[in-house]
């Protein structure tokens, strides 16, 4: 097959270079390549059966069109400061106007016109004071919140529009490798679901495979020559604690964007993905490792917040494979719960002592994923990471009184793989001629909105050549 060009993945990312392109009227052949299933087809059994089913060959929470955005909460984060580095690349202004431009997009395929956490108010004013006090920064970060059911009509909205306009999208069709001629990359060689083999070739190939295929893309750089470097890997827990500790900040911020660097390490951690009155939820990786998240409905609601805890590390000399560092404490920690997520209370881990299944039915806080097992968590989890975790737990307790209650959950292992950060100039060029990696697989972003920016930019640069060369 013959196209301008090809993308790896239908994550936010390629979805939007896509859109942006039609957008600028070119008329360049699209052709999108995913592994999974269209958003329609895309259905997780745990909804009827109660437990994570292993789904095979892949994970419908985290593969397919969409990418994780589909199922997870849908936040879009309307702050440049917030979602990885893009800003040290091009400039936070201009990521910050093509920021907006994206959510005027999102706006248009039905996205909640509310804005969360927008006004700076007294009470805000209370949270950043007390957040100071405990030595923890507040990040302004307005939020819209699409919720996880109203996330999957909007993507499938996106999904249908994309193939009315001539965009071709290939499901159950796996990137293998790339097509190389020395430092030029000619597209990619893919199988389709029939065991078929084919090569596409293209002008342009972006691989766009997000934070499910950081492992992959790291892999295709050291083979391919592909220039890079190793990044962050977050490893942390997935909090839960009841609605009423988390009232107040639900009620004024929606989502407490909180940043610290606790001793005696002093390394980052930080709150990822809040979700008041949210459940906690499981995702399969291809390797069947089982990490945790979080999902908030618009109007599904239980009576607990979610959000995680993530502690940043980096790696270099000697060692330099930090997904595969990530992926072992995961790997462990799965081990310890026969393949489930462990979910653990803080008093206990203060106490030194594993969580029973008898002691969660008689907490206040009950957990939301009623197939975790109750355990320690602290028996697969580093120290440096657990120190960490504790530490910013208690800091957080000065901000949200109650947050380090003896009930409070820990669910263990929530894993997030942004490393191998590719290295590319201002027009998102690789070394490699006419390959270029966007999205949470890049390393360059983290989450929805960011993703969704750098495929705009991305688009946008494809189509001024396009303009150029006519």
């Not at 994970?59 to 702050?79: E, N, P, R, V």
């Not at 009950?366 to 580093?382: E, K, N, S």
Request: charged letters at 25%.
């Amino acid at each position: 097959m013959n196209t301008d060009i090809v993308i790896v993945g239908a994550g936010p990312a390629g979805i939007f270079t896509a859109l942006e392109l039609l957008r600028k009227g070119s008329q360049q052949k699209i052709v999108i390549v995913e592994k999974g299933r269209a958003v329609e087809d895309r259905s997780c059994p745990k909804e009827k059966t109660g437990r994570c089913m292993n789904c095979k060959p892949y994970c419908h929470i985290t593969t397919g069109f969409s990418g994780a955005g589909a199922f997870s909460d849908g936040k879009l984060s309307l702050s440049c400061e917030v979602g990885g580095d893009l800003p040290n690349l091009l400039g936070a202004d201009f990521v910050q106007k093509v920021t907006d431009y994206t959510d005027t997009i999102y706006l248009e395929f039905g996205a909640d016109t509310h804005v969360e956490g927008a006004e700076i108010n007294d009470e805000v004013k209370e949270i950043r004071k007390r957040a100071i006090r405990a030595g923890l920064k507040l990040v302004d970060c307005p939020i819209r919140h699409l919720g996880t059911e109203k996330a999957h009509q909007l993507y499938w909205d996106i999904e249908k529009h994309l193939q009315n306009h001539g965009v071709e999208i290939y499901f159950g069709c796996e990137c293998r490798d790339l097509l190389l001629e020395g430092d030029d990359c000619l597209g990619v060689i893919v199988t389709h679901q029939n065991g078929g083999t084919e090569e596409i070739r293209a002008k342009h190939t972006i691989i766009a495979t997000g934070r499910r295929g950081a492992d992959w893309l790291e892999k295709l750089c050291g083979e391919h020559n592909i220039a890079h470097l190793p990044g962050t890997v977050d490893i942390g827990v997935r909090v839960e604690v009841r609605n009423e500790i988390m009232e107040k900040v639900n009620k004024v911020l929606y989502e407490s964007k909180l940043i610290g660097y606790p001793a005696p390490f002093k390394n980052k951690v930080r709150t990822f993905c809040q979700n008041p009155g949210g459940f906690v939820s499981q995702e399969n990786y291809d390797n069947d490792l089982a990490v945790v998240n979080g999902h908030s409905y618009k109007e599904r609601k239980s009576d607990n917040t979610n959000l995680a805890i993530l502690c940043s590390h980096n790696f270099s000399v000697p060692f330099n494979k930090p997904i595969e560092y990530a992926q072992k404490v995961g790997e462990l920690t799965n081990m310890l719960g026969a393949g489930h997520i462990m979910v653990q209370r803080f008093g206990d881990i203060l106490d030194g002592k594993r969580t029973w299944e008898k002691e969660l039915a008689q907490s206040n806080v009950r957990p939301t994923l009623p197939d975790a097992v109750a355990g320690d968590i602290t028996a697969a989890m580093p120290y440096r990471a657990m120190t960490n975790i504790i530490n910013f737990i208690q800091a957080m307790d000065q901000v949200v009184p109650g947050f380090a209650s003896y009930e409070t959950l820990l669910y263990s292992p929530e894993l997030k793989f942004y490393s191998n950060r590719v290295k590319m100039d201002e027009r998102l060029n690789t070394n490699i001629k006419g390959l270029h990696c966007l999205g949470d697989s890049s390393g360059w972003t983290r989450g929805l909105m960011m993703a969704s920016v750098m495929g705009v930019i991305m688009g946008r640069i494809l189509a001024e050549e396009e303009l150029a060369a006519r």
